[in-house]
């Protein structure tokens, strides 16, 4: 099917000169912001509340208008265009999810895509694709919000999001609203499903450490959203531009560099052959291996490739090596 | 004559008047859910304008009703119609206001995910704010309905129709016979008409509201 999810990929946005004033302020709410968002990958606005950041990526699709200054998403001049035409192309997600209550979740997923005039069969295969990917069962499109968990929610606003198939999706704190264990659930997934859509993804938190986890890319932003640095997260950690900067990554640096290193990254030792080792899923990150390590009182701990007791062991991973990867010497991430 | 025998004997009457009290009824409630939702659709975006707009279908509530009928025979001549203009002004203030209050309580994230997907805001107030506010619409159509039932009655005095005919034949010769059964007949008709009627809107409110915003 043409309208398959990886169908459209995500497209540049560049952002040149933006700034946005509102009447009777003395200073700009965000100022003179340039920024190049590449194709495919997610960048992550990182800053305090009040920074600007929801501000600027508003801006994106013109929920709020700039004052000056050009945008651009794959070349086109956004600011040429018809704002809801525009914002039919640019998936949106907010923490307070807003789902339509009255709408069943098939209703919310494909509003967009009926709107569009897409087909009635076209619009039940693509929420059923979608439901899929969010990790949601089919059944659900019967449903309402109401019936479904914070998190199911948000799995729908993801979905909803994605429903027209936009190459670019802005998402201002979507997980913020959850408790830790379904944020978590819910930035796997949403990794996941990343690596399988590949849109240009405009990311806000005032979360660092969901920036590092989130981010291909991080611009951590001053007030009135100008740009601290911006560069890749393991930059970042390696490397602070300056205090304000280093003040966001706080303390335990190290062990948050291990937390971006996944263990499918690192080379492995083979297996031994004693039993009772603690075992770890291979999408799992270093700093999760270091924490079973201390957990369970052990140097060592089995790779496996799934869940479960009966998974395949593809190695193990020794305390020698994490400290290798402190250091910066094992894995390519 | 006992209660039950004047009933009993003036049953088509007692009929007639009932369906004509509440046609007069249904037919004023309509046309103010028009005025009223169309109102509150035009003001509820600005604090001022939806302030007068409830400060004046408030102030019409105020008027005496014998006051208003009377007024209303000049432009309108007696029977159906004064009562049916004069029904539709008191009905318009719980309309108005619950559209206005409805309209404007609709979660703002839901206004947001809807703009933000790039519905134009006619499309956003029809297809999301409407229908979320419609069970609070729908209350004040409840209350509207309750307050016109009984001041239909009034119409009589207009030679309007409905069980108001009871009452003021009962009262306008009270001593008479079977004075007291008129007057207590319109009186107990239009209490069972209106908790009739209210049974039948809470009904079709449950109609009408989408499962998913049923608690």
């Known amino acids: 099917m043409p309208e398959s999810i990886t169908g459209r990929p995500g497209e540049t946005i560049e952002l040149t000169d933006v700034t946005k004033r509102y009447p009777g302020q003395a200073e700009p709410a965000v100022e003179a912001v340039s920024m190049v968002i590449p194709a495919g990958e997610v960048v992550v606005l990182v800053g305090p509340s009040g920074c600007g950041k929801t501000t600027t990526m508003k801006m994106i699709n013109r929920l709020i208008e700039p004052t000056s200054g050009t945008i651009t998403i794959g070349g086109t001049d956004v600011l040429t265009l018809d704002p809801d035409q525009h914002r039919r192309d640019i998936g949106y997600v907010i923490q307070q999810i807003g789902l339509f209550p009255h709408k069943r979740i098939e209703d919310n997923i494909g509003l967009l895509p009926k709107r569009l005039g897409w087909s009635r069969s076209r619009v039940r295969a693509r929420v059923a694709e979608l439901l899929e990917l969010v990790g949601l069962p089919a059944d659900y499109a019967r449903r309402y919000p109401r019936e479904l968990s914070g998190g199911q929610q948000q799995r729908v606003g993801v979905a909803r999001a994605l429903a027209a198939d936009p190459p670019v999706m802005l998402m201002d704190e979507p997980f913020g609203a959850t408790d830790p264990i379904t944020r978590d659930h819910l930035q796997n997934e949403f990794l996941r499903l990343q690596r399988e859509v590949r849109k240009t993804i405009v990311f806000v938190t005032h979360d660092f450490d969901e920036a590092l986890k989130m981010g291909d890319r991080i611009a951590v932003l001053r007030p009135r959203s100008v740009i601290a640095q911006y560069d890749t997260p393991e930059a970042i950690l390696a490397a602070p531009a300056d205090d304000y900067v280093a003040s966001f990554i706080g303390a335990g640096g190290q062990l948050k560099k291990l937390a971006l290193l996944r263990l499918r990254d690192v080379e492995l030792a083979p297996a031994p052959r004693v039993g009772g080792l603690p075992r770890i899923v291979v999408d799992a990150t270093v700093r999760d291996a270091l924490d079973l390590m201390l957990g369970e009182g052990s140097d060592v701990v089995l790779v496996t490739g799934d869940f479960g007791d009966d998974a395949e062991v593809l190695g193990s991973l020794h305390l020698q090596t994490v400290m290798g990867a402190a250091a910066g010497k094992a894995g390519n991430p | ?215």
Request: net charge positive; charged share 10%; hydrophobic share 55%.
């Open chain 2, 1 to 215: 004559m006992t209660f039950a025998e004047y009933v009993r004997e003036n049953w088509i009457t007692i009929v007639n008047d009932t369906i004509l009290h509440f046609d007069v009824t249904l037919g004023a409630v309509a046309i103010a859910v028009v005025i009223g939702v169309g109102l509150g659709m035009l003001t509820y975006r600005h604090s001022t304008l939806a302030a007068l707009a409830t400060t004046t279908t408030g102030a019409f509530l105020t008027i005496p009703s014998v006051a208003l009928l009377g007024v209303l025979i000049a432009p309108f001549g007696l029977g159906v119609l004064p009562v049916l203009v004069a029904l539709v002004v008191y009905a318009l203030l719980p309309i108005t206001r619950n559209t206005i209050v409805g309209l404007q309580e609709v979660d703002p994230a839901v206004v947001e995910a809807g703009r933000g997907m790039g519905l134009s805001r006619t499309r956003v107030l029809w297809d999301l704010r409407l229908p979320l506010a419609w069970p609070v619409i729908f209350a004040g159509v409840r209350v509207s309905t309750q307050i016109i039932i009984g001041i239909a009655a009034i119409g009589a005095w207009v030679q309007g129709p409905g069980l108001g005919n009871q009452i003021f034949n009962g009262l306008g010769r009270f001593g008479g016979a079977n004075s007291l059964n008129q007057v207590l007949t319109g009186t107990l008709g239009i209490v069972v008409l209106a908790l009739l009627f209210d049974l039948a809107l809470a009904g079709v409110a449950r109609l009408t509201t989408s499962r998913g915003l049923r608690a």
